[in-house]
Nanobody, 118 residues
Framework: QVQLVESGGGLVQAGGSLRLSCAAS????????MGWFRQAPGKEREFVIA???????VYTDAVKGRFTVSRDNTKNTVYLQMNSLKPEDTAVYYC????????????WGQGTQVTVSS
């Protein structure tokens, strides 16, 4: 079982930056793909960005050039650096973990609110 706890959300003006953190429990953190998803009011949850166990990153076009993901396996933590934030980035952001052999994400955090004001 893996527990994920996000932090770092808040209110920021458009054009600003935030860094989210996701701390994971468990001894096998380095073997998981870690992803970030978001859900805006009235919309479905959507994929944002992910980093595999090998360090490869994938992301949605909407955040290309603005968001980056990194991980520190010594701290069991994954980070989401968000720059040039836009009001449409406003959402609850969720961290998720996927086993190497899993078809989907197996564990989810409780989410952290990010609000971007115009």
């Amino acid at each position: 079982q893996v527990q994920l706890v996000e932090s770092g959300g808040g209110l920021v003006q458009a054009g600003g930056s935030l860094r989210l953190s996701c701390a994971a429990s468990g001894r096998t953190f380095s073997s998981y793909t870690m992803g970030w998803f978001r859900q805006a009011p009235g919309k479905e949850r959507e994929f944002v960005i992910a980093i595999t166990w090998s360090g490869r990153t994938v992301y949605t076009d909407a955040v290309k050039g603005r968001f980056t993901v990194s991980r520190d396996n010594t701290k069991n933590t994954v980070y989401l650096q968000m720059n040039s934030l836009k009001p449409e980035d406003t959402a609850v952001y969720y961290c998720a973990a996927k086993n190497r052999d899993s078809g989907g994400y197996d564990y989810w955090g409780q989410g952290t609110q990010v609000t971007v004001s115009s």
